[in-house]
Nanobody, 125 residues
Framework: QVQLVESGGDLVQAGNSLRLSCATS??????VGWFRQAPGKEREFVCA????????RYVNSVRGRFTISRDNPKKMVYLQMNSLKPEDTAVYYC????????????????????WGQGTQVTVSS
């Protein structure tokens, strides 16, 4: 059974850092990503990486502040978030697919077959 379980969400002040974790199980994945959904808004792409290799993609609003990484033996995916802003407030979702997505497709929700339940990140000003 495929499972993605996020953790690490919290309430933090603007300018601080937070690291989200996503525990994966059930199969090996080709591409993993993080999406987020703010209240009243649609779910949006944050970042993604290929499980093998170094290909990553970030949405412009987080590039330079967020870093996605993985721990292969532990089958964990991480999202290190620095210099957090109130506009980063959202429920963050881990997503995965067995396919090695090309860079131009990494931001498409429909390309991901498996999703976690989400973890809340709230950034206060």
């Amino acid at each position: 059974q495929v499972q993605l379980v996020e953790s690490g969400g919290d309430l933090v002040q603007a300018g601080n850092s937070l690291r989200l974790s996503c525990a994966t199980s059930g199969r090996s994945f080709g591409t993993v990503g993080w999406f987020r959904q703010a209240p009243g808004k649609e779910r949006e792409f944050v970042c993604a990486l290929r499980w093998s290799g170094s290909t990553t993609r970030y949405v412009n609003s987080v590039r330079g502040r967020f870093t996605i990484s993985r721990d292969n033996p532990k089958k964990m995916v991480y999202l290190q978030m620095n210099s957090l802003k109130p506009e980063d407030t959202a429920v963050y979702y881990c997503a995965a697919t067995t396919r090695n997505l090309i860079w131009s497709s990494m931001d498409l929700m429909g390309e991901y077959d498996h999703w976690g339940q989400g973890t809340q990140v709230t950034v206060s000003s």
